[in-house]
């Protein structure tokens, strides 16, 4: 694959979690503040290029018995030096969301790109194919966000601080909405993510639909 291909793939056309579905647990239970879904999409990219370019280097050692049991132990050894950069760098938020980041070592996003592409490909191309996968994982997952804080709480950037420093308290947006209560219940995410999903699906039909009409016009006869 190339560059663009890879790149496209992982931010779109095969996005993690608008088109795999996977790694949706701790994306619909971190989901109601868009800082708590910046925080974990920000430690999936982490954990997916760390693991991504440690495999591709080592890929020539790793064989048939070997590779599932050091993948896995390679993703596990990453997804905790994640978790205690988190605990060091905002203890209050990792008591909020510390149990997700511990379950991104089960996250099938980054053991099937491992097992799938980071193992046979070079160290640059595996690196790309990470940062894709992260990538598209961290706008799934702050469009939900996005979503359900403002329809849920009212706000947008809430408690900021305790990631950006104290003057971050400021970015705090209020919307003039009292929250609905639903968009931030466990059944409120399934709602919302089903619509983001129907919202790429349709996007993708009109631009399937516009290159069907720009093939036929362009079409000699």
Same mark, same amino acid.
């Given at each position: 694959?190339?560059?663009?291909?890879?790149?496209?793939?992982?931010?779109?056309?095969?996005?993690?979690?608008?088109?795999?579905?996977?790694?949706?647990?701790?994306?619909?239970?971190?989901?109601?503040?868009?800082?708590?879904?910046?925080?974990?999409?920000?430690?999936?990219?982490?954990?997916?290029?760390?693991?991504?370019?440690?495999?591709?280097?080592?890929?020539?050692?790793?064989?048939?018995?070997?590779?599932?049991?050091?993948?896995?132990?390679?993703? +596990?050894?990453? /997804? #905790?030096?994640?978790?205690? &950069?988190?605990?060091?760098?905002? @203890?209050?938020?990792? =008591?909020?969301? $510390? *149990?997700?980041? +511990?379950?991104? /070592? #089960?996250?099938?996003?980054? &053991?099937?790109?491992?097992?799938? @592409?980071?193992?046979? =490909?070079?160290? $640059? *191309?595996?690196?790309?194919?990470?940062?894709?996968?992260?990538?598209?994982?961290?706008?799934?997952?702050?469009?939900?966000?996005?979503?359900?804080?403002? *329809?849920?709480?009212?706000?947008?950037?809430?408690?900021?601080?305790?990631?950006?420093?104290?003057?971050?308290?400021?970015?705090?947006?209020?919307?003039?909405?009292?929250?609905?209560?639903?968009?931030?219940?466990?059944?409120?995410?399934?709602?919302?993510?089903?619509?983001?999903?129907?919202?790429?699906?349709?996007?993708?039909?009109?631009?399937?639909?516009?290159?069907?009409?720009?093939?036929?016009?362009?079409?000699?006869?």
């Amino acid at each position: 694959m190339t560059p663009a291909a890879i790149t496209r793939d992982g931010l779109w056309e095969n996005n993690p979690a608008l088109v795999q579905l996977l790694g949706l647990c701790p994306l619909l239970a971190v989901s109601n503040t868009l800082i708590n879904g910046l925080v974990l999409g920000c430690l999936t990219i982490f954990v997916l290029v760390s693991a991504n370019g440690t495999i591709s280097l080592l890929q020539r050692w790793l064989d048939d018995a070997t590779r599932l049991p050091a993948q896995i132990l390679i993703i +596990a050894t990453f /997804v #905790t030096l994640a978790d205690l &950069l988190l605990q060091y760098g905002s @203890f209050e938020l990792h =008591q909020r969301i $510390g *149990l997700f980041v +511990a379950l991104i /070592v #089960t996250n099938c996003v980054i &053991l099937g790109r491992a097992e799938a @592409f980071a193992r046979k =490909q070079n160290l $640059g *191309l595996a690196l790309l194919d990470g940062f894709s996968m992260g990538l598209g994982f961290l706008f799934a997952i702050l469009a939900l966000s996005g979503l359900r804080e403002a *329809l849920g709480h009212g706000t947008l950037f809430a408690h900021a601080e305790l990631i950006f420093g104290v003057n971050a308290a400021s970015w705090e947006i209020n919307l003039p909405n009292d929250g609905i209560l639903l968009a931030i219940l466990p059944p409120g995410a399934f709602l919302l993510f089903g619509l983001l999903i129907a919202l790429k699906n349709w996007i993708d039909l009109k631009i399937e639909q516009r290159k069907a009409i720009r093939n036929t016009e362009t079409a000699p006869g």
